[in-house]
């Protein structure tokens, strides 16, 4: 994703904010989290970048057992923000 797709996203859902932390060359796999700490939490694995999605086979894979990725979510929710380009 880059700027200019991250400004039509929230021209499209003005009402949704997301949040993108840099690594710091620490992680190499790819989460969705929604409604992080929250009853509604939802943890999705995404086993290729979104750049390759559609180009290739890719899986997005739901993770029922969410309280696992508590600590790796608030270690990386300390890092700096990712700013697009």
């Not at 694995?45 to 608030?74: F, M, P």
């Amino acid at each position: 994703m880059h700027g200019i797709e991250l400004a039509d996203f929230y021209r499209d859902y003005p009402d949704i904010r997301l949040s993108m932390r840099r690594t710091m060359g620490k992680y190499h796999d790819r989460f969705i989290v929604l409604d992080f700490e929250t009853e509604n939490e939802r943890v999705f694995l995404c086993g290729a970048s979104s750049k390759d999605a559609g180009a290739r086979i890719t899986s997005i894979v739901e993770d029922y057992g969410t309280k696992k990725y508590h600590s790796l979510l608030k270690e990386l929710l300390g890092n700096d923000e990712l700013r697009l380009s």
